[in-house]
């Protein structure tokens, strides 16, 4: 059974108390995409995006977004550093999710260790999304959903390949694909309200979504488990 709200209430209590370090991570991964950010926000202020977002003038903004589309390099690069910041992240979660024990900064840092596994996970992940978007934009957003336990089974079990970290979440997901776009979903309020302080808000949402989304993937497995759908064997190989 998937209990979205269970999920969310209890993220609330597994942060209390212990709310400065995500922030702190929230805050450095923040910063860090946004200078990788920087030359596409250069490019589009090169092509008069700003003055025309000002302006209002809807032609010249799609014309200035349409001229700032980020390289190949470029886009695959950002990939690539958020990959890496969302697993060292994951890694922080994971150990407040199975300990009441306080973090430290020390165990995003070694998150790091991951780096090449979640290059590898966004590349396989990205390849197999982009695939069946081809076909049509519902089956991309249904497979996107389907991979998207595969961060949290590499960083908790290091024994997992890749290839095997989608099979894994692709079973574990099965029959919770609608629930967990759901959840997904009910942050969206949130999310808005967030832009009207200029994203501070995400300090404190970030860490909020990720236990939440933490606390929904280990029911996924659990219940994956108890069905005899996978079995304990399966996350070493």
């Known amino acids: 059974m998937f209990e979205r709200k ?53 032609q010249g903004l799609a014309a200035a977004s349409q001229a700032s589309n980020s390289s190949l390099i470029t886009t695959i690069i950002q990939t690539v550093v958020d990959a890496i910041l969302t697993v060292a992240s994951i890694n922080v979660y994971l150990k407040m999710s199975r300990s009441p024990e306080p973090v430290s900064f020390s165990d995003f840092i070694e998150g790091f260790n991951n780096w090449a596994r979640a290059i590898l996970s966004t590349l396989w992940q990205l390849l197999w999304v982009t695939l069946w978007t081809l076909l049509f934009i519902i089956p991309g957003i249904i497979k996107a959903i389907a991979y998207s336990q595969m961060y949290y089974i590499i960083v908790e079990y290091k024994d997992v390949s890749v290839t095997k970290s ?72």
Not at 28 to 40: E, N
Request: glycine share 6%; aromatic share 16%.
């Open 166 to 237: 989608m099979r894994i979440s692709m079973e574990i997901t099965k029959g919770h694909k609608w629930d967990l776009f759901v959840m997904y979903l009910s942050f969206l309020g949130w999310d808005l309200l967030s832009l009207c302080t200029l994203g501070i808000l995400q300090l404190w949402l970030a860490p909020y979504k990720n236990m939440t989304y933490i606390n929904a993937y280990h029911s996924l497995v659990k219940e994956a488990i108890e069905s005899g759908r996978i079995k304990p064997e399966d996350f070493s190989e």
């Open 6 to 58: 269970k999920y969310k209430n209890f993220a609330k209590t597994q942060l209390s108390g212990r709310w400065g370090v995500p922030i702190l991570v929230t805050l450095f991964v923040t910063i860090i995409l946004r200078i990788f950010s920087i030359p596409d926000m250069l490019q589009m202020s090169r092509n008069g995006y700003f003055t025309a977002l000002f302006a209002l003038d809807w």
